[in-house]
Structures are given as structure tokens and as C-alpha cells.
């Protein structure tokens, strides 16, 4: 399809959009994706090729992703009211997933990594990308990005992808306006979420000052082309978000909805004919099925808060600029406003958001221990390492992950 092929089919789901006014959808639908990687025990990735197809006629089936060692596991959507449920299934996953290595590896001892970034020192070889058409297309794309920086480490950017990985959810909204609104007020969580869900300072065989190293190398892999959003204000319809996916390059697109799968922003928008739902990226794989859950808990009722109250949402450029910071410096970020105070105000607004839709909160507890202690796995991960490091990254890298991975197999928070 050309571009003006794409910008017709843009323009039909527009008007979709403006039929579709009295569309009632039920809200909050959650769909969760999880990535991961494997390690050997001698700190090396392991192809997960094996493992993926093991686990295709299992309740959990999983699927490639860009790098070789990582996979992903999604969940069908659930109601808001059935948190518990999404809790459930992803530790039946984690469970099984045991299991399935041993019947995928049986001559090796194999880690999964659910840390946001693979901890292994390799990172410069191209054969770890995953030789598929779509990952090799990304891969040539990329490649004419200048190298991105960090630490005085150079990184090229088409390998970035295969060494960070996310938790990714999406909320269903009951009709195009909602999902508007849902939109602009995750924009405003973004710095929180960071700063509460970031756990990716060790990769590529050290750890990092940068606080959140996966989002700011992600940001440079692609040119400055995700991230947040390239909108310079809040939507007032869905029909300007069709606009933005529409009016950016596409990779390998041939119709909008491919093109919308392209947007690597931290949050953006999926449209189907079955529903409106949006997609937040920006948070790092949690170790464990509560510290997802939390995070879900904490953005569902905050959105149902601000948006049943039509609170005002603050300046898109603060909120970028807060990202940047949160992204460099952790709870030491210098915003507009006080970071500490100003996420307790967000965490009390998500509880009565969640009071109101009859939903008892079962684990935001673990964010409030988090912004008392202003810490996150990401430091704890760092404090793991420091304490283990013997002199050989891959040796520490197999001890830190596997103390991570025992938390995460008996489902119990690392802060």
C-alpha cells in the first residue's frame, strides 16, 4: 500500500470514528504482555527458540521477539475486576515456564531474566537478532541511527532492541472520547511510572548511573522517533490521534493499523474494530506477578478518578521535561513540582479512583514501600550487584539474576 493508500485508510478509520459515537464499550479491559530473556549459568543469552516452540501447544504459548533470547507472554483481556485473575495466570506462567525450560534445555541450566534489559556483556554481535523479515527490516532501519551513548559506552543502535525488554499493558476505553481522555492523563504518570517501575540500571554486563538505561537508550535506537509522544498538546478527539500515527514515516507499514504498531511511544493508541484501547510501554518488566499487578492497579484508578473528576491535566512540556529528568536521575530528579509529594497525591487518587469502582486495592501497598524507602527494583538490583561483584560481570550477572528469579518464582516482591 502507498502513502496515499495509507493516508486513505487513515482517513476511513476517521470516519469510522464519527459513526461510532455511541459506541459503550465496557471500560478497563486489561491485556498485559511480558518480555523476558534467557541466561545460561555462565552469563551468556541463550536462544529462546527452543523454548517458544516447546510452549506453543501449552496454555501459555509464547512468542519472538526482536533479540534471539527474548520471548514474550501475553494474557486475553480481563475485567478490572478480575486483577486477581491476571495475577493468577501470570504465576501459573511463571510456574509452568520451569517446566518448559527443562524440556527446551535439558543439557543446560537456563534463567529467565524479567529485569527490563539482559544483563550479559554481549552486545555487539549482530547474529543475536532474531532472523525474522520484520526484525532484519527494523534491524537495516536502525542501523542508520548514529550510535547511542551512555556512560562513555557506546552502543549501536540496531542492538539496543535486543537487550532491553518491557511490561506492557493495555486499557480499554468505552468509546472513542474516553479513550482520548485515557490517553492524555497516562501522559501524566509517565515520570511516576518510571521513577516507581524502573529496574533496568544492570545491563550489558555493568550497571549504570542513568536511572532508567533502558528508556534512554531506547529513545536515541530510533533516532529520537519514540518515546513520548510528538504531540504538542493534549487530544481533544481520536480523530487527531489518527492524524499523528498518520503523519509519521513509516517502516515497514502498509496500512495505518501496521502503522500504529510501529509508534514505539510510551503510550499510544490501538484501534480495532472490536474496541479503542490504550497501550502504556514505559514500564520495565516487574520480577514478580504482584509488582505488575500494582502497577496496573495504580493507573486504573487514577484514570477513573481524574477523568470521572475532570481534573486538569498539567503542561505537556513540563511533563516532558520531567520524563528526561526522572529517566537521568531517579528520585533525585529536580521537577516543577516536589516528585515525593505530588506521586502520594497520585497513589490517593488512584485508591479512591479504585474505592469508587467497588475494586479493593490488593497490592499498591508495595508503591507506597517504594516512594517511603524512594527506591525501586532498580536499586535493589544495583545494591545486588555490588555486593556480589567478584570481578566477573558474567558470574555476578548469574547470581543477581538468580536471586531475582527465586522472588519471582514464590511471587514475592523484591521492595
Not at 93 to 112: C, D, H, R, T, W
Not at 225 to 235: E, R, V
Request: hydrophobic share 35%.
Amino acid at each position: 500500500m502507498e502513502d496515499n493508500s495509507l493516508t486513505n485508510h487513515a482517513e476511513e478509520i476517521k470516519q469510522n470514528i464519527q459513526h461510532d459515537n455511541k459506541r459503550n464499550d465496557p471500560i478497563f479491559l486489561v491485556g498485559i504482555e511480558i518480555e523476558g530473556c534467557l541466561l545460561n549459568d555462565k552469563g551468556l543469552p541463550v536462544d529462546a527458540a527452543p523454548l517458544i516452540e516447546e510452549s506453543i501447544n501449552t496454555k501459555h504459548p509464547l512468542d519472538y521477539e526482536y533479540g534471539k533470547c527474548q520471548f514474550e507472554f501475553k494474557t486475553n483481556p480481563f475485567s478490572f475486576y478480575e486483577l486477581s485473575k491476571i495475577n493468577d495466570i501470570t504465576q501459573d506462567f511463571i510456574e509452568s515456564l520451569g517446566s518448559l525450560m527443562k524440556k527446551a534445555y535439558p543439557n543446560q541450566n537456563v534463567i529467565p531474566v524479567f529485569l527490563g534489559a539482559n544483563p550479559s556483556s554481549i552486545f555487539s554481535d549482530e547474529t543475536i537478532i532474531t532472523n525474522k523479515p520484520r526484525y532484519k527490516k527494523i534491524s537495516e532501519w536502525q542501523s542508520a541511527f548514529p550510535d547511542a551513548q551512555m556512560d562513555g559506552q557506546t552502543f549501536k543502535s540496531n542492538l539496543i532492541g535486543t537487550a532491553i525488554q518491557g511490561f506492557h499493558f493495555h486499557l480499554q476505553g468505552k468509546n472513542a472520547d474516553y479513550t482520548a481522555h485515557m490517553f492524555n492523563h497516562i501522559l501524566n504518570l509517565i515520570p511516576s511510572s518510571i521513577l516507581l517501575g524502573a529496574n533496568s540500571r544492570l545491563m550489558a554486563g555493568r550497571t549504570y548511573s542513568v536511572y532508567e538505561p533502558r528508556v534512554f537508550l531506547f529513545d536515541q535506537a530510533e533516532g529520537q522517533n519514540s518515546g513520548f509522544p510528538a504531540i504538542s498538546k493534549y487530544l481533544d478527539n481520536l480523530e487527531e490521534y489518527v492524524n499523528y500515527v498518520a503523519s509519521r514515516q513509516p517502516i515497514l507499514a502498509s496500512n495505518y493499523y501496521e502503522l500504529e504498531k510501529e509508534r514505539h511511544d510510551d503510550v499510544r493508541i490501538r484501534i480495532t474494530d472490536e474496541s479503542y484501547r490504550v497501550e502504556t510501554r514505559i514500564l520495565s518488566v516487574q520480577p514478580t506477578a504482584q509488582e505488575l499487578i500494582c502497577m496496573v492497579e495504580f493507573f486504573i484508578g487514577y484514570l477513573h478518578n481524574t477523568i470521572s473528576e475532570q481534573r486538569p491535566l498539567r503542561p505537556i512540556s513540563v511533563i516532558r521535561e520531567e520524563r528526561m529528568s526522572t529517566i537521568r536521575s531517579g528520585y533525585n530528579a529536580q521537577g516543577v513540582f516536589d516528585f515525593t509529594e505530588s506521586i502520594m497525591l497520585e497513589l490517593d487518587f488512584a485508591k479512591k479512583g479504585l474505592h469508587d469502582l467497588n475494586v479493593n486495592p490488593e497490592f499498591m501497598d508495595i508503591l507506597h514501600r517504594r516512594l517511603e524507602n524512594k527506591t525501586s527494583v532498580g536499586e535493589v538490583v544495583v545494591n545486588l550487584w555490588d555486593k556480589k561483584f567478584n570481578g566477573s560481570p558474567e558470574e555476578t550477572a548469574v547470581e543477581v539474576v538468580s536471586e531475582i528469579w527465586e522472588h519471582t518464582k514464590r511471587n514475592k516482591p523484591v521492595t
